[in-house]
């Protein structure tokens, strides 16, 4: 019996009585505030370069390269230094058979010309022998026509005239020979000329095949911006793709990208914090100074659009701002004062209008001026009959069972 009177006494301390106080408010009761609010919107990017020396893919007569060896990047390189090299096989190849096509070329032209001398060399001589044999005959017809009988006479006067025939017909295959020669001569050159030509493209491609630094300076690679990663040995890259590039560490600023969904929301003239990941603790303030005009895929084939964002830098710090560092970036949007400040999640945006609910139940319609990621400013309340949002009012999650 004592220890069933006990119990009843316990219970009695446990069991909270009708007319007590009312528990405590949760912790995370939402409720209306009003103060200032600043949009912010992250992105991410990397330092980049405002000027740089780039190497290019070169142009040879084969579109598409085969990287050969890289540089790693980082590496502090001095002018002339090699930092990149395809495969010139193809090249090597050719150029050997192009000397060849030379040589033959050569040796086409010196037999040809060595021809075309003794040739034109008969046919001098046939025209010294009808110039000789042409004297003759003048001088046989030139006899008075009474000294030899008439048909004497007439065969002298018709021999002249066959003999000049044959001293024009000389001197025309003379002239002949030696335009021909000429002409045969030009053509044999002019293949010589072009294979010599060609042995020297071929030599200047197999030397392009190296890309070597225009000036001392650090090595950073290229990206394939549709694969989302840099350029790797073994890859396969266009003519006046950029490989490698010097940047100018003077000249800095961060390239950031702006999805397309947040079109709008950042402007030229915005201040931003720059963060680079590997100095967390040495935050950079910076301006926005140029925003794309059209998006682009953020990869190949992919259905994400984002515009480039260019944010300035004031100043230079060499030791740690170097290319293609990370960057996390803070824009400082719109900003808003005094203004009615409404928990994020206690606004139902599928509604139309978006409204708030009370704990009590009261449904209150809202505009949105802007948000940030926990907290919306309010612009007015929707309906002008509807009753005010009174500062400290609590309200439902959107979703949250009365």
Known sequence: MRRWKWSLLLAGLLVPRVGDAEPAASSDALTVTRGDLQERLLLTGALDAVSAENLT???????VLQLQWLEVEGTQVHAGQKVAEFDNSAFTAALAEKRLAALQAADDLDKLRAQNELTTLDKAADVDKAQAELDKARA?????????P????QENQLDLQRKQVAYAKAKDDLESQKKSAAFDAEVKQIALDKSRREIQEAEKATQDMELKAPRDGIVVIGDIPWLRRKIEVGDTLDQGFTVVSLPDLGTMRVKAMLSDVDDGRVAVGMKATCTIDAFSEQPIEGVVREIAPVARETSQNSQRRAFDVIIELPGIDRDRMLPGLSVKIEIHGREVHDATLVPRRAIDFDAAPAHVRSVDGQTYPVDVALCDAKVCALRSVADASAAPLATGLRLRAVGEAP
């Open 150 to 153: 008439e048909r004497d006479w």
């Open 140 to 148: 046989t017809a030139a006899l008075p026509r009474g000294s030899l």
């Open 57 to 63: 893919v070169p142009r040879t007569p084969i579109w």
